[in-house]
C-alpha cells in the first residue's frame, strides 16, 4: 500500500471529520442562521452520497467481489454487505438516547435565549451530543478513508458530502453547550473536537484491518461503505434538510447533488 494515498486518506478523513468545527464557528459568530443555504447543503450531501453509492461504490464492490468469489456469490456478499452496513449504522443510531440524538436540528438565534442558559441539563445534553456525533463520525471516518484508498477522486466527493452533513452537528453540540456555560469558547471547542472521531474511526479501523487487506476485504468494505452513506441520507440528511427549509429546497439540492457527481465521474471514466 502506498503510503502517500494512506496519509491523503487520513488528510480527507481529518478535513471531512473537523468540519463540525464549521458548525460551531457559525454558531460563534452568526448572528442568524441561513435555513434556506442549510436546507440546499445537506439536500446536496444527501444527492450525492445515494448517487455515488448506488452508481459507482455498489458497482466496484460487485465486480470485486465476482473476480474473488465468481458472479453469483461475489453479487450475494455485495448485497448482504450493503445491507450489513445499515444495519451497522442503524444499530450504533438506536443506542443513542433520542433526546440526545445529534440529528435534532438547532439554528444560531437559540444563542440568544438567555432563559436557556440557565438550565444545567443542557450542559450534560451538549456533552451527550458531542459524544453521539463521535460515535456516529466513528464509522464515517472509515468510509470515508476506504474509499479515498480506493479511488481518491471517490474519496474526495465523499469527504466533501460528509463535511457538509457534518456542518449543522457542529450547531447541535454548539448551542446546548453555550445554553449552560454562556462561553462560545467551550461551545466551539467541544463541538470541534467532537468530529476528531471521524480520524479515529479511520486511524482503527485501518490498524485493525491492515493485516487482512485484500481484494475481498475491500469489496466487503465497499459495499458497507455504500450502506452506511444510504442510511446516513435517508435517517439523517433529508429529514434534517427539511427541517431546516422547505421541502423542495432539500429535494433541489437532492438532484443538484446527483447531477454534480454523475458529471465528475464522467470526467473521471
Avoid at 142 to 155: S, V, Y
Amino acid at each position: 500500500m502506498d503510503w502517500n494515498t494512506i496519509a491523503f486518506a487520513f488528510g480527507l478523513t481529518m478535513f471531512a471529520g473537523l468540519a463540525t468545527g464549521i458548525g460551531s464557528a457559525i454558531a460563534f459568530f452568526a448572528r442568524k442562521t441561513n435555513t434556506a443555504f442549510l436546507s440546499l447543503a445537506l439536500g446536496f450531501s444527501a444527492g450525492v452520497m445515494i448517487y455515488v453509492s448506488f452508481v459507482e461504490i455498489m458497482v466496484k464492490a460487485r465486480v470485486q467481489l465476482a473476480e474473488v468469489l465468481g458472479e453469483g456469490p461475489g453479487y450475494l456478499t455485495t448485497v448482504a454487505a450493503f445491507f450489513g452496513g445499515i444495519l451497522f449504522i442503524a444499530i450504533i443510531d438506536k443506542l443513542i438516547p433520542p433526546v440526545e440524538n445529534p440529528h435534532e436540528m438547532h439554528k444560531v438565534e437559540e444563542m440568544e435565549d438567555k432563559q436557556a442558559m440557565k438550565d444545567k441539563k443542557l450542559m450534560r445534553m451538549g456533552l451527550f451530543t458531542a459524544l453521539a456525533i463521535a460515535i456516529h463520525n466513528f464509522p464515517e471516518g472509515l468510509a470515508t478513508f476506504t474509499a479515498a484508498l480506493t479511488d481518491p477522486g471517490l474519496g474526495i466527493a465523499i469527504a466533501v458530502a460528509i463535511a457538509i452533513h457534518n456542518i449543522p452537528e457542529g450547531i447541535a453540540v454548539s448551542v446546548p453547550v453555550y445554553y449552560a456555560t454562556g462561553s462560545r469558547k467551550k461551545a466551539f471547542w467541544l463541538s470541534f473536537f467532537s468530529g476528531l472521531a471521524e480520524p479515529v474511526g479511520a486511524m482503527i479501523g485501518f490498524l485493525v484491518l491492515m493485516p487482512f487487506l485484500s481484494p475481498l476485504v475491500f469489496g466487503v468494505l465497499f459495499a458497507g461503505v455504500a450502506g452506511i452513506m444510504v442510511f446516513i441520507s435517508f435517517d439523517e440528511l433529508l429529514p434534517a434538510a427539511e427541517e431546516y427549509g422547505e421541502h423542495h429546497l432539500s429535494i433541489y439540492g437532492l438532484i443538484a447533488g446527483m447531477a454534480v457527481m454523475a458529471v465528475s465521474l464522467l470526467l473521471f471514466v
